[in-house]
Protein backbone atom coordinates (compact mmCIF):
# COMPACT_ATOMS: atom_id res chain seq x y z
CA UNK A 1 0.00 0.00 0.00
CA UNK A 2 1.47 3.37 -1.32
CA UNK A 3 1.49 6.44 1.32
CA UNK A 4 2.29 9.26 0.50
CA UNK A 5 3.69 12.55 3.38
CA UNK A 6 3.32 15.70 2.37
CA UNK A 7 5.55 18.91 3.40
CA UNK A 8 6.40 22.56 2.85
CA UNK A 9 2.89 23.98 3.03
CA UNK A 10 2.61 27.65 5.00
CA UNK A 11 1.35 31.26 4.99
CA UNK A 12 3.34 33.45 2.27
CA UNK A 13 2.90 36.74 1.25
CA UNK A 14 2.24 37.33 -2.22
CA UNK A 15 4.76 37.26 -4.34
CA UNK A 16 6.26 34.79 -2.45
CA UNK A 17 7.50 31.14 -2.90
CA UNK A 18 7.13 27.89 -0.85
CA UNK A 19 8.04 24.29 -1.76
CA UNK A 20 6.43 21.88 -1.70
CA UNK A 21 7.58 17.90 -1.17
CA UNK A 22 5.79 14.75 -1.34
CA UNK A 23 7.76 11.61 -0.19
CA UNK A 24 6.52 8.17 -0.69
CA UNK A 25 6.91 6.49 2.73
CA UNK A 26 5.24 3.41 1.81
CA UNK A 27 6.11 1.28 -1.51
CA UNK A 28 8.16 2.18 -3.67
CA UNK A 29 8.08 4.98 -6.05
CA UNK A 30 8.70 3.18 -9.11
CA UNK A 31 5.53 1.49 -8.71
CA UNK A 32 3.88 4.74 -9.38
CA UNK A 33 3.08 6.09 -12.96
CA UNK A 34 1.60 9.12 -12.18
CA UNK A 35 2.78 11.55 -9.73
CA UNK A 36 1.84 15.24 -8.87
CA UNK A 37 -0.54 17.84 -6.90
CA UNK A 38 -4.41 18.79 -7.09
CA UNK A 39 -5.59 21.55 -4.90
CA UNK A 40 -8.90 22.77 -3.60
CA UNK A 41 -10.26 25.65 -2.14
CA UNK A 42 -13.06 26.20 0.29
CA UNK A 43 -16.28 25.69 -1.31
CA UNK A 44 -14.76 24.05 -4.43
CA UNK A 45 -13.87 20.80 -6.15
CA UNK A 46 -9.98 19.58 -6.16
CA UNK A 47 -8.71 20.47 -9.34
CA UNK A 48 -4.98 19.90 -11.17
CA UNK A 49 -2.06 21.90 -10.73
CA UNK A 50 0.27 19.29 -12.40
CA UNK A 51 1.63 16.20 -13.05
CA UNK A 52 4.05 14.46 -14.41
CA UNK A 53 4.92 10.81 -15.17
CA UNK A 54 7.97 8.06 -15.11
CA UNK A 55 8.53 8.96 -18.42
CA UNK A 56 9.25 12.51 -18.08
CA UNK A 57 5.45 13.94 -19.54
CA UNK A 58 4.85 17.10 -17.51
CA UNK A 59 1.41 18.86 -17.57
CA UNK A 60 0.51 22.56 -15.49
CA UNK A 61 -3.02 23.70 -15.04
CA UNK A 62 -3.21 27.54 -16.90
CA UNK A 63 -2.91 29.41 -14.53
CA UNK A 64 0.31 28.07 -12.80
CA UNK A 65 2.42 27.44 -15.71
CA UNK A 66 5.43 29.77 -15.80
CA UNK A 67 5.01 30.22 -11.68
CA UNK A 68 4.81 26.61 -10.42
CA UNK A 69 7.61 23.50 -11.08
CA UNK A 70 7.00 19.87 -11.09
CA UNK A 71 10.04 17.73 -10.00
CA UNK A 72 10.22 14.12 -9.35
CA UNK A 73 13.49 12.48 -8.00
CA UNK A 74 13.00 8.56 -7.97
CA UNK A 75 16.53 7.99 -5.52
CA UNK A 76 14.84 10.49 -2.31
CA UNK A 77 11.33 8.81 -3.17
CA UNK A 78 10.14 12.71 -3.31
CA UNK A 79 8.08 14.91 -5.51
CA UNK A 80 8.31 18.82 -5.14
CA UNK A 81 6.27 21.78 -6.48
CA UNK A 82 8.50 24.60 -6.68
CA UNK A 83 5.87 27.78 -6.21
CA UNK A 84 6.77 31.15 -7.35
CA UNK A 85 4.82 34.62 -7.46
CA UNK A 86 2.54 33.41 -5.19
CA UNK A 87 -0.60 34.58 -5.66
CA UNK A 88 -3.91 35.04 -3.10
CA UNK A 89 -5.82 33.06 -5.14
CA UNK A 90 -3.05 30.06 -5.36
CA UNK A 91 -4.28 29.94 -1.69
CA UNK A 92 -5.48 25.80 -1.10
CA UNK A 93 -4.99 22.93 0.53
CA UNK A 94 -2.71 21.24 -1.64
CA UNK A 95 -2.70 17.49 -2.18
CA UNK A 96 0.14 14.99 -3.23
CA UNK A 97 -1.51 12.60 -5.60
CA UNK A 98 -0.14 9.22 -7.29
CA UNK A 99 -1.21 6.76 -9.78
CA UNK A 100 0.31 3.29 -10.05
CA UNK A 101 0.57 1.26 -13.17
CA UNK A 102 -2.61 -0.34 -12.73
CA UNK A 103 -4.32 3.68 -12.23
CA UNK A 104 -4.83 2.52 -8.74
CA UNK A 105 -5.18 6.41 -7.12
CA UNK A 106 -3.66 7.44 -4.17
CA UNK A 107 -3.43 10.86 -2.17
CA UNK A 108 -1.62 12.44 0.55
CA UNK A 109 -3.41 13.92 3.49
CA UNK A 110 -3.13 17.65 2.18
CA UNK A 111 -1.11 20.78 2.99
CA UNK A 112 -2.23 24.51 3.58
CA UNK A 113 -1.07 26.98 1.66
CA UNK A 114 -2.20 30.39 2.17
CA UNK A 115 -1.02 33.04 0.37
CA UNK A 116 -2.03 37.05 1.98
CA UNK A 117 -2.65 40.17 -0.07
Known amino acids: QVQLVESGGGLVQAGGSLRLSCTVSSGSIFSLNGMGWYCQRPGKQRELVAV???????RYTDSVKGRFSLSRDNAKSTVYLQMNSLKPEDTAVYYC??????????WGPGTQVTVSS
Open 97 to 106: YAADWDTRQY
Open 52 to 58: TSSGGML
